[in-house]
Each structure stands twice: as C-alpha cells, then as structure tokens.
C-alpha cells in the first residue's frame, strides 16, 4: 500500500511543523495514541488542522468522498488499531458524519471526531450568522446533537485551556471506549502558546482496580454456581474488545475447560481455532448443535455480551438466567438477580479462572452430537450461481493473511458461516446496523492493516449504492482488498421483513461503475459472475495475477436466493413490528 504524493493529486506540499501550536499538540497525540492514518472531508474551517495533520511526520491523511464515509472508515480503522480518528468541517461536515459517530457509539468503538470550528470572535455575539449554519446567530446545535452520541465533548474556543479539553476527550475515548467529540475554532490550530511549548509528554492512563471485596464476593458466588454444575458452557460477547479481554476470556476457557462459543456480534474476538469452540450462539440461528449445547447447560457464563433484539432473535432467547454468571466492563451479575458493582471485567475473568474445577462434559456432549454440515452440491454448466455455493468458495480465500469486514443484510448470516482460520479477523457492525457501513469501514480497515492482511468485504447492492463511491479513495491509497458485490436487484433484508415496491433498486452495472471510478489510475480489476465457472476463475484471478489489485467481483445472484436464517429472522422481526398497540 502506498502513500499518494499530495502534489500528484493537486494538493499541498507538507507545510513546516509549527511546534508550540494546538495543532501540532494535537496531531503528536494521535501518534502516541498508535493513529497513522486521519480520515477526513476538507471544509474552510479545518484546512489548518489539516496542515497540522499533513506536516506531522508520523501521520497520514486520508481524504474521503464524504464525511459518512470518513466517520464510517475511522470506525472500520478503531476494529483493527483500537483506535480511529476523523476531521470534518463545521455543521455541514459535523451533522454528516453523526450517524457514523453513532454507530461506532452504539459498538463501543472509540472514534476522535475532530470539527473545525467558527472563528472564536464568533462566540458569544448575537447579530452574526455564519454560512453552514441554520441561520441562527446560537450555533451550538452541532455541539447539542453529539452530546447524546459520544461520551465526551470538547469545544476549543480559547487556548488557555485547549490542552487540558485535549487530553481529557482522549483519555475519555480510551476509558469509555466510546467516540469523543472535538471541536477546535479554526484560527487557533497554528498560534503558538506557552501551554504547548514544550513536547507533549507520553499519553498514559492510570490502570482502573476493582473494589477488592466486590470483586472477592463475586468470584466466590460465580464459583459457587459453576462448580456445582454438571454441564457449563462459557459465552463471548462483543464488550470482550471494550475490556480488552480476549485474552484473559482464552485463558478463562484454558483452565476451566468449559465448551465456548460467541454471540454473533463478537464472531472474530475468540480464535476459532481454540479447541474447544463450538461457534456462533443466535437461538435459532446458531451454529449447527451449538444452541443445543448451551441452552442445555445447567450453568452459563456470558462474558461482556450485548442482550439486543438482534443478538436475541427477537427476544427469544430459551435461557434461565437463574442459572447464569453475566460479566459486564464494569460488574458481575449472578443468578439473575445478585449483582456486585465495582469489578473490572479482566480481573473477575482472571480471579475466576483460579476457582474452577475443570469440566469438559459440555464439550464432550457436543462431540457426541456433532455431525459436520454438508457442503452444497456444486452448479451444473451455466447453472446460475447460488448463494451457497459462493460462500462455500468465499470459504477457500480465508487465511491468517485475511481479514473480512461484513454489511449489515444477509451477508451477515453468510459470514456467521464462515469458519475463521488462525489469524484470520473479523468485523461487522452488528447491534446499529447501518446499510452500507462495510465500504467505509473496508477503507479504514485495510488502511490500518497496512498491507499485512488482505481484506475480503462482502456488501450487498443496496448498501453499496449508498457509500460505494470510497471505492475511488481505496485505489487512491493503493489498496489491494477483495469486494464481493452481492448483486440480487433490491433489499433483501427488507424484503424479508416486509416487501414492498420501495425494495427494488434501479440496477446499475456496478464493475462498469468502479472502472469508471478507477478511470485508468490505479490497480483495479473487476469482474461480473453468474456462474460457478466465471467464479472460479474470478477467485484464481484474484489470488494469481490480480494479487496486487484491488478486485472487484459483481456477482449476479436470484431476487428470492436468500439464507435461511434470513428467513427466520425476517418474520420474527416483522411480528416484532407489527405488534398492535397497548392501551392502558
């Protein structure tokens, strides 16, 4: 992957670094934070952070097609560094970027959403009204509407204490595990003051203990219900990333032997691989004999899990929570009713894993029980393609040397399929399920990845409509991912869940598009697939010659040619929603 020359695409040479300065203060601490890579939209009132960003050596500045696309490519770039960051313009940039800042809250994705601000003379007057603003003098709606989707937020409008809101939204962010909310008045990014005259010193947070007797109390009441049982079962949930804890889950499951599987919005934090996994648990959407397993259990562990209507099939889910130990970030709940508040999920994981007599009978009953799944049966020549059978050939990409990153539709049911090989990571915007994330977050994903894995996203056409114009910042950076374009002519979540004429789409040709987009600059091959033989040789082409290239495949598949989980899920949530009214 390479770095574009700003002056081969009609930008700037790197200004000087102006040390001293709020920006150049700014721009160090996402490069302690471990950021190389800023995604951004400029607009007249961040073109000085943007300096900032361009004359710092240890960062990359990454120019999208729109802010929702910059938000959704930090969010895609957080999964894979544990941390992303994006800077827009003032209303018009900041009131774009809010869904995707809302997704990555939702996730618990920890995104620094820096705003060029106003001029600070503009604060505090009452007779003047800005261009990108509402026409009202009061300019503080943006502020308003990120107070309810980030968990700090911090409106720069004076120097004397630029460092400290800085640092505090930061260290926000890190703790909370959320985005955080930067906004910087455009003519303060380059004055140098005494508050930043010195090198930024290195970013650290103080660890956070648990309160030793909670922690004491709920080790013991979680060790008294485990040990007594026959058959426990250990459960992944996506708060596993928020923690941190994926190790310490692993060891958990090392030393107590218990059978574990994940909730799907945590598929790709616990290796697959582990000896004892036993995949996915959705209620009826499971993995084969895994919802057998564990809701047959006399005890289960759910660690960091997120209880949603998706996660749950609707709130559907056949469990006693009498018989349950939940870890949360920040508590334990036992039985389902005691709970012990103050307990750092990494500590109770490792304290827990001390008490435990080790029990393997639920994983034994799962190797009595298991019977493998039956590969389809291949297309006849020029047989029209079948979704079962493209991702049973998606299936044979995967390595440690991958990663895919999923949208939200049927492709996340398709994915939930795969198995992932050692090393091979994972990401998809479960719990907010914005159609057309994956494009966004493909860019920020595989520019984080810099070139260690080749990504492999899989996007449905509606989604793509929506965000596929990034498409022209992957080639832009050199990227080299694997874009299957599932191309059934509409939505087809929602035509599951409810069908109607607005579920068709005008159909496009979507590899004439990208070429179109690649305009003969950079690697890009595309091709369109209707059959299992143009398949494979699109998949020998995108492993063989096309390697380097960022490859796109448009493949044609039936309207009616879904998942049966789909399916399942569709009516549950049509049910859901068409639920009457309760009068009191």
């Not at 799907?264 to 057998?292: M, N």
Request: contains cysteine.
């Amino acid at each position: 992957m390479h770095s574009p020359n700003p002056k081969q695409f009609g930008g700037k040479s790197p200004v000087a670094a102006m040390k001293g300065t709020l920006g150049h203060h700014l721009a160090r601490r996402l490069v302690q934070l471990g950021v190389q890579d800023v995604f951004s939209v400029p607009g007249d009132s961040n073109l000085s952070l943007l300096d900032s960003i361009v004359a710092e050596p240890g960062l990359r500045l990454v120019g999208c097609c729109n802010e929702l696309n910059a938000g959704y490519a930090a969010d895609g770039y957080a999964r894979a560094r544990g941390i992303g960051s994006c800077i827009v313009t003032f209303n018009v940039g900041g009131f774009s970027i809010i869904n995707a800042i809302a997704g990555a809250y939702s996730e618990s994705i920890p995104v620094i959403c820096i705003v060029g601000g106003p001029n600070s003379n503009n604060y505090g007057t009452n007779h003047r009204i800005l261009h990108h603003t509402i026409g009202l003098s009061d300019f503080s709606q943006e502020f308003q509407c990120f107070k309810t989707i980030t968990c700090f937020q911090a409106v720069v409008n004076n120097l004397e204490n630029a460092r400290e809101l800085i640092d505090t939204a930061i260290s926000a962010a890190l703790k909370q595990s959320k985005p955080v909310y930067i906004s910087i008045c455009c003519n303060l990014v380059s004055i140098p003051h005494v508050t930043f005259s010195r090198e930024p010193v290195p970013f650290e947070l103080a660890p956070e203990l648990s309160n030793k007797a909670e922690l004491e109390d709920a080790v013991a009441t979680a060790t008294e219900l485990l040990n007594r049982a026959v058959k426990p079962v250990m459960v992944g949930g996506p708060k596993l990333r928020d923690a941190g804890a994926v190790d310490d889950f692993v060891d958990l499951a090392d030393a107590s032997g218990f059978a574990i599987a994940v909730l799907p919005a945590a598929k790709g934090l616990v290796p697959e691989h582990h000896p004892r996994f036993i995949g996915t648990y959705w209620g009826a959407l499971s993995a084969p004999f895994c919802a057998e397993i564990v809701e047959s259990a006399d005890a289960y562990v759910f660690v960091g899990p997120v209880f949603d209507d998706i996660t749950t099939f609707g709130f559907s889910l056949p469990l006693d929570m009498k018989k349950s130990v939940v870890v949360e970030p920040e508590r334990v709940v036992v039985a389902g009713g005691t709970v012990f508040v103050g307990v750092r999920l990494k500590d109770f994981l490792r304290a827990l894993q001390e008490r435990l007599r080790r029990n393997t009978t639920a994983y034994a009953n799962y190797c009595r029980m298991f019977v493998p799944v039956r590969q389809p049966p291949n297309c006849q020549p020029g047989e029209p393609l079948r979704l079962n059978v493209l991702f049973t050939h998606i299936q044979r990409l995967l390595s440690g040397d991958t990663a895919v990153v999923v949208d939200t539709g049927d492709s996340w049911f398709n994915c939930q399929n795969l198995s992932l090989p050692q090393g091979c990571s994972y990401a998809s915007q479960m719990s907010y399920a914005s159609t057309g994330w994956s494009v966004g977050a493909t860019l920020g994903y595989a520019q984080a990845l810099n070139g260690k894995k080749r990504v492999i996203a899989c996007v449905g056409d509606g989604s793509f409509q929506m965000t596929g114009q990034e498409v022209s910042t992957m080639l832009r950076w050199g990227q080299n991912s694997i874009i299957f374009l599932i191309n059934n002519g509409g939505y087809s979540t929602e035509v599951e869940i409810h069908d109607g004429p607005y579920n068709v789409i005008r159909n496009w040709n979507y590899t004439a598009f990208v070429d179109a987009i690649q305009n003969g600059e950079g690697k890009c091959w595309t091709m369109k697939v209707t059959n299992e033989e143009e398949l494979k040789k699109a998949m020998d082409a995108t492993m063989g010659k096309m390697k380097e290239c960022l490859c796109f495949l448009e493949v044609i598949l039936h309207r009616d040619d879904t998942s049966k989980e789909l399916l399942q899920l569709g009516s549950r949530l049509a049910l859901a929603n068409s639920r009457p009214p309760k009068y009191q």
